[in-house]
């Protein structure tokens, strides 16, 4: 099982500021995501990895950047934070290979912006 | 078309009863993946459970099994002897065996066990 953690577990932000969520994973996986959902709803992809120097925009489209320098770390970040972007987003890891893959989650973070 | 349906949107079960969330799903790729996951009311996904396509017998992790019907593509999860600790969000997951590996997740369901 994997542990994987992220910061801030809750942000509240006014309109414009520049944000970082973190999200760290320990068990050495190279293929990291990023989901947004907003609250009861499903889940959207809006960032993956699969390994360090590699980025995709996923399902649905997000003014966040990602970016993976270490394989174990895979930060997104808001350039001008919008009431827009309030939302929880959850990060994943997983090993890629088999169909049987299974994705991993950190806690999330819920974000609040003014 | 949604890949992942689940028509559910709330259930209602009673402690120490079992319960049944359905899940249906649409692919033409003969190798895929089903996955349920838990969502407390705290936010994180829990891993349930995992069905292959190929699998020949429908998973089981203790409490929780897969009612896999492939015909009907149906992937029913069962959670037998409901505990209050079970009243969370469900959701249903696939991932398709010829896609870059993403997973496409329902709507969920809101399960609430009662005392």
């Known amino acids: 099982e994997a542990d994987i953690y992220q910061t801030p577990r809750y942000l509240v932000i006014g309109t414009g500021k520049k944000i970082t969520l973190e999200c760290s994973q320990t068990?050495?996986?190279?293929?990291m995501y990023w989901y947004q959902q907003d609250p009861g709803m499903e889940l959207h992809l809006i960032h993956y990895?699969?390994?360090?120097?590699?980025?995709e925009k996923g399902d649905l489209s997000s003014e966040s950047t990602v970016s993976r320098i270490r394989t174990e770390h895979f930060p997104l970040t808001l350039e001008s934070a919008r009431p827009s972007h309030t939302s929880q987003y959850l990060c994943?890891?997983?090993?890629?290979?088999?169909?049987?893959?299974?994705?991993?989650f950190g806690p999330g973070t819920r974000l609040l912006v003014l | 078309a949604q890949k992942i349906t689940q028509t559910q949107p709330g259930m209602f079960v009673q402690e120490k009863e079992a319960v049944t969330l359905d899940c249906t799903y649409d692919?033409?790729?003969?190798?895929?993946?089903l996955f349920w996951y838990k969502q407390p009311s705290s936010g994180e996904m829990i891993f349930l459970i995992y069905?292959?396509?190929?699998?020949?017998q429908n998973a089981t992790e203790g409490r929780y099994s897969l009612n896999f019907q492939k015909a009907r593509k149906s992937a029913n999860l069962v959670i037998s002897a409901s505990q209050l600790g079970d009243s969370a969000m469900y959701f249903c997951?696939?991932?398709?065996?010829?896609?870059?590996?993403?997973?496409?997740f329902g709507k969920g369901t809101k399960l609430s066990v009662k005392p």
């Open positions: 994943a890891s997983s090993e890629p290979g088999l169909v049987q893959e299974t994705q991993y």
């Open positions: 068990m050495g996986h190279d293929k």
């Open positions: 990895s699969y390994g360090v120097n590699s980025t």
């Open positions: 692919t033409s790729d003969p190798s895929y993946g």
């Open positions: 069905q292959g396509s190929y699998d020949q």
């Open positions: 997951a696939m991932r398709e065996g010829g896609s870059q590996g993403n997973l496409i």
